[in-house]
């Protein structure tokens, strides 16, 4: 049963379909918040999280040039992570604060000129080509652990894979604790519930915002790091191509909630992997291909049938 099913359906399906959830929940935790609270769709989330995989790469690569230390992806992200927000603070600053009062819609105009920026700055600096995120050639870093010797079942788990699994959970548990044990969080779901109201009790809402900016920021880049180390590559448009995922994630899980984002990005993840699977004879249930195009129709289907999603988000 394991040789004929699980091995293949499990290391090569399931396990790299909760990666992807992984790395889409982490994305649309950012979407959601800014949503929740700023009441604007931020499409330049998904280009300010290939900045931070690109920053990472060059404080990897700083560092091996000047020290000759070669340093971790995660550990190079500590630096890249205040660049991030203060980006994501300038991009408010700049084009998001002036059209606060303003139209929904001038300011999701300014976010996806702001995308444009972001993607045509990355070019321009780093250039158009694919970058190898981590230099030289790579060992095999699977970890193999058997369950019993009798079915003689193997689990294939790279290194890396096992990093985004405990980053993720890191990053949720985190969130959690902010979100129900401090005053800046309970500020931030008061200003998501009602920001006039949240204001005449005395709540700093610019602080609030800011506060988002750097939720936002630190799980962005965490997403664009863990990306890049699953991919082991850089691309100009890796950001946008996340993008519609991402928010097919928070619109599952229901926007201005994070725990949904999280349960919409790891369901997002695995029905993309798992279609792909050749549930019927030996062709795939779908083409690779059209993966993108299965986490766009579970969005119109929720949008249609529960635009509030499945934690009872905000609808508009």
Same mark, same amino acid.
């Given at each position: ?215 936002? +920021? @630190? ?5 664009? !790091?863990? =990306?890049?180390?699953?991919? $082991?590559? *850089?691309?100009?448009?890796?950001? #946008? ?51 993108? +195009? @299965? ?5 119109? !289907?929720? =949008?249609?049938?529960?635009? $509030?999603? *499945?934690?009872?988000?905000?609808? #508009?």
């Amino acid at each position: 049963m394991w040789d004929a099913f699980g091995f293949e359906f499990v290391n090569f399906y399931l396990i790299p379909g909760l990666v992807l959830g992984c790395i889409y929940a982490l994305g649309a935790i950012g979407i959601t918040l800014t949503f929740g609270i700023l009441r604007f769709a931020n499409f330049a989330h998904g280009e300010l999280m290939m900045m931070g995989a690109y920053l990472t790469w060059t404080i990897m690569a700083i560092i091996t040039a000047v020290i000759g230390i070669t340093v971790h992806p995660l550990i190079a992200a500590i630096p890249a992570s205040i660049v991030v927000i203060y980006l994501f603070f300038w991009t408010d600053k700049f084009f998001y604060k002036p059209f606060r009062k303003a139209d929904t819609i001038k300011v999701v105009m300014a976010s996806f000129g702001m995308m444009l920026i972001l993607r045509s700055a990355v070019q321009v600096i780093w250039g158009p080509n694919q970058l190898t995120f981590v230099p030289g050639i790579a060992k095999p870093n699977a970890g193999l652990m058997s369950w019993t010797d009798d079915i003689g079942a193997i689990l294939l788990i790279p290194n890396k894979h096992l990093l985004i699994f405990a980053g993720t959970i890191v990053f949720v548990v985190v969130l959690s604790y902010i979100l129900n044990r401090t005053r800046i969080g309970k500020a931030m779901r008061a200003v998501s519930d009602s920001p006039d109201l949240a204001h005449v009790t005395g709540i700093d809402v610019d602080q609030v915002i800011r506060a988002t900016w750097i939720v936002g +920021g @630190v799980c962005a880049l965490a997403a664009g !790091v863990f =990306l890049a180390m699953d991919i $082991q590559l *850089l691309e100009t448009t890796m950001g #946008f191509r996340m993008l519609l995922p991402m928010f097919a994630a928070a619109i599952l899980g229901g926007i201005g909630k994070p725990y949904g984002a999280v349960a919409g990005g790891l369901i997002i993840g695995l029905a993309e992997e798992l279609s792909a699977y050749p549930w019927i004879g030996t062709e795939p249930l779908l083409s690779p291909g059209y993966k993108t +195009g @299965v986490a766009f129709a579970i969005m119109v !289907v929720m =949008l249609i049938l529960r635009p $509030q999603g *499945l934690f009872k988000g905000r609808s #508009f």
